[in-house]
Every structure is written in structure tokens, then in C-alpha cells.
């Protein structure tokens, strides 16, 4: 069975400064890896996926994330970060078979606070 | 603009009741799915379906039951609501394509039970 662990709970950054979310994945398979945010009172909208090619993957809002197979990790990156990036963010991996194509298992979640 | 409604934002039930949470996607998804989510620990799959009158379960399904009668339709049921329940419940669709997994969420249920 799949997995995913986001190690990092919280993380508080500076406006204006990188980030950095770690995700790292479980899965027998090539997976297919996501990112969703999830702002205060919304549902969680989907931020970029990785399925195949090329392991850099660019997502909306200046979101980048890299997929590297040999360390089993889709780390997330914003090389600056706004006042509107404060989220709850979390990584998926997805099952491919059948009926249960779309089934994705989350990891649980980064806190992102951005000071001003 | 494509959308997931839950029809209720916020419950307070009591020990026993029981409950329905209410999901309706206007795209004309064929996957639709229940999720919880609590602090630490993300979300968890409750329930899916993939076509009208079929479902799966997920990976904590117990405590839970779902009806899906029209496609745009996904209904979770909490036989009799117990304090543990209490939570965000998600609901999510996507269209049937093997793999693309990009779900579209709804704004949640929060349920509280007393």
C-alpha cells in the first residue's frame, strides 16, 4: 500500500524568502505524485502533478516541485514567497488501476505561516 | 467554473443520530469520494464510487456508509454519530481517466458531535 509523510508539520517563513516543503513517498510503482494547498475555510485545490518526463515540474502561483526517484521525494519550492502563500499544503501519491485510478493517499500536512 | 457543493458547512449532533452529509458535483465526474480530515493527519479516504449505485471502500470505512443514486449525487451516512466522528469531511470528484488524479474538492462539512 501506498504512503506519504510530510515531516515538517509547521513552517514559519519571511515574505519575500524561498521555500521549501518536503514530502517523501511510499509506493511500489512509478507513482503519480501531487500537491494541493488548502486555504483557510476552502476546499484544497490542486497546485501541479508529476506522471511522467521530465522530474521538474511547474505548477500555478510559482510553485515548483522535483521528483527524484532515488530518494523517493517530491519536494515542493517557491523561490519567494507572498503573504498569500500562507496554507495548508499537502502532498499525495496516486494508485493506477482500473476503477480505483483516481484514488490518492495524502500525507498530513504542512502549515505554512508567512510573517510579514 | 466547475464545482463540488456540501450543502452543510457546519453540524452539531448528538451521540447517536444519525447523519447525512450531502455532495453534489455539476461536471459530470464519474468518480466521486468522501474524505476526513483531522490535524496531523491529512486526509483519509472513507469512501469512493465510480459509477452510480457502485462504491468501495476506503481506507477507514467503518462507522460509514454512502449512497449514490444519480451520478452528480454522493451522500455519506453516519448511522449513529459518535464523538470520534467529529471532523472535516471532504468531498472530491474527477472525471474517469486512468491516472490524472487531479481531484476537485468541495469546501468541506465540519461536524461536530456532542
Known amino acids: 500500500a501506498q504512503s506519504v509523510t510530510q515531516p515538517d508539520i509547521h513552517i514559519t517563513v519571511s515574505e519575500g524568502a524561498s521555500l521549501e516543503l518536503r514530502c517523501n513517498y511510499s509506493?511500489?510503482?512509478?507513482?503519480?505524485l501531487f500537491w494541493y494547498v488548502q486555504s483557510p475555510g476552502q476546499g484544497l485545490q490542486l497546485l501541479l502533478k508529476?506522471?511522467?518526463?521530465?522530474?521538474l515540474v511547474q505548477g500555478i502561483k510559482g510553485f515548483e516541485a522535483e521528483f527524484k526517484r532515488s530518494q523517493s521525494s517530491f519536494n515542493l519550492r517557491k523561490p519567494s514567497v507572498h503573504w498569500s502563500d500562507a496554507a495548508e499544503y499537502f502532498c499525495?501519491?496516486?494508485?493506477?488501476?482500473?476503477?480505483?485510478?483516481?484514488?490518492?493517499?495524502f500525507g498530513g500536512g504542512t502549515r505554512v505561516l508567512v510573517k510579514p | 467554473d466547475v464545482k463540488v457543493t456540501q450543502s452543510s458547512r457546519y453540524l452539531v449532533k448528538r451521540t447517536g443520530e444519525k447523519v447525512f452529509l450531502e455532495c453534489v458535483q455539476d461536471?459530470?465526474?464519474?468518480?466521486m469520494f468522501w474524505y476526513r480530515q483531522d490535524p496531523g493527519l491529512g486526509l483519509r479516504l472513507i469512501y469512493f464510487?465510480?459509477?452510480?449505485?457502485?462504491?468501495e471502500k476506503g481506507d477507514i470505512p467503518e462507522g460509514y456508509s454512502v449512497s449514490r443514486e444519480k451520478k452528480e449525487r454522493f451522500s455519506l451516512i453516519l448511522e449513529s454519530a459518535s464523538t470520534n466522528q467529529t471532523s472535516m469531511y471532504l468531498c472530491?470528484?474527477?472525471?474517469?481517466?486512468?491516472?490524472?488524479?487531479?481531484?476537485?474538492f468541495g469546501e468541506g462539512s465540519r461536524l461536530t458531535v456532542l
Open positions: 464510487s465510480y459509477d452510480v449505485k457502485m462504491k
Open positions: 472530491a470528484s474527477s472525471p474517469w481517466d486512468r491516472g490524472t488524479g487531479e481531484l476537485f
Open positions: 499525495a501519491v496516486g494508485a493506477l488501476s482500473g476503477a480505483a485510478g483516481n484514488k490518492l493517499t
Open positions: 508529476y506522471f511522467s518526463g521530465d522530474t
Open positions: 461536471m459530470d465526474h464519474e468518480n
Open positions: 509506493y511500489g510503482a512509478t507513482p503519480y
